[in-house]
């Protein structure tokens, strides 16, 4: 590597913040190592992604770890490794009847995916971004008899790199809904385009299901169950009432809210 690769040592007290550009903030781990093609701010980046080792376990073999950083910088000059870029930390814990996290580290298992995915792409700064989260969540939980065959995930795009297969802004505020057959091209929820209610999703779910034989889905069906689930497992300091979630309000304006809402009399 003599002439074609320059080695700095930085002190992670000082320049930890780096970490995000190469996709390794989450968690932050030390040693860490990449490499960045020149030292301006905007430089393509490249992680030496350690898998399933330890930073400690990583280190502590001097000849394993030599072997496998050299063989990381060859490879980085060959071009043969993917670009870095910030991203979440691995779902390493998924089961099913959960929503699968995808981040960009994990981005080719979402482009390839093992299963039929019905994927959310949103930012974690929306409105009322924790009652849309129980919504999907209880979502994923009425899907779990389905798991085999079809899986409910979210890619949030506030903390991770947004690719050009998605093209809005980073930090948008607004939802969208994709599904992803295996071996098949993405297909986008396009009315609503944004922000689209549990019942239009369970409605584009089950259009889009139909191609495969193993799922048969009923929208009516799977949305009283989501009603159901909802009342069981409400967002914290909400309520649910006919599909709808509303802010919590204060003691004593429940009563105004009715009053408010009943019929009137004409004049």
């Given at each position: 590597l003599l002439g074609r690769m320059a080695f700095v040592k930085q002190k992670k007290s000082m320049y930890s913040y780096e970490l995000r550009d190469y996709g390794?903030?989450?968690?932050?781990?030390?040693?860490?190592?990449?490499?960045?093609?020149n030292i301006s701010w905007n430089a393509r980046?490249?992680?030496?992604?350690?898998?399933?080792?330890?930073?400690?376990?990583?280190?502590?073999?001097?000849?394993?770890?030599?072997?496998?950083?050299?063989?990381?910088?060859e490879s980085v000059l060959?071009?043969?490794?993917?670009?870095?870029?910030?991203?979440?930390?691995?779902?390493?814990n998924w089961t099913k009847g959960e929503v699968k996290r995808f981040v960009w580290r994990s981005f080719q298992e979402l482009k390839s995916p093992q299963t039929n995915l019905l994927l959310e792409i949103y930012g974690r700064y929306r409105t009322n971004?924790?009652?849309?989260?129980?919504?999907?969540?209880?979502?994923?939980?009425?899907?779990?008899?389905?798991?085999?065959?079809?899986?409910?995930?979210?890619?949030?795009?506030?903390?991770?790199?947004?690719?050009?297969?998605?093209?809005?802004?980073?930090?948008?505020?607004?939802?969208?809904?994709?599904?992803?057959?295996?071996?098949g091209s993405a297909t986008k929820l396009s009315k609503p385009k944004k922000d689209a209610s549990v019942k239009k999703v369970l409605q584009f779910l089950t259009s889009q299901a139909a191609q495969v034989p193993e799922l048969k889905l009923s929208s009516p069906e799977l949305f009283a169950k989501w009603e159901a689930a909802m009342?069981?497992?409400?967002?914290?300091?909400?309520?649910?009432?006919?599909?709808?979630?509303?802010?919590?309000?204060?003691?004593?304006?429940?009563?105004l809210e009715?009053?408010?809402?009943?019929?009137?009399?004409?004049l």
């Open positions: 390794l903030a989450h968690p932050e781990e030390f040693p860490a190592f990449g490499i960045a093609e980046k490249f992680a030496l992604d350690l898998a399933a080792s330890t930073p400690k376990e990583f280190w502590s073999d001097p000849s394993l770890s030599r072997a496998k950083l050299l063989e990381f910088c060959a071009g043969n490794i993917p670009e870095a870029h910030e991203s979440g930390m691995i779902h390493s971004h924790e009652v849309k989260s129980k919504e999907v969540e209880n979502l994923a939980q009425v899907l779990q008899p389905y798991a085999e065959h079809v899986t409910v995930a979210g890619y949030d795009t506030a903390d991770n790199y947004l690719p050009a297969e998605f093209p809005r802004e980073k930090y948008a505020s607004h939802s969208e809904w994709y599904w992803i057959p295996v071996g009342k069981e497992n409400p967002p914290a300091g909400g309520s649910e009432d006919d599909g709808i979630i509303r802010d919590a309000l204060p003691a004593g304006l429940e009563d009715a009053a408010a809402s009943s019929p009137k009399d004409d």
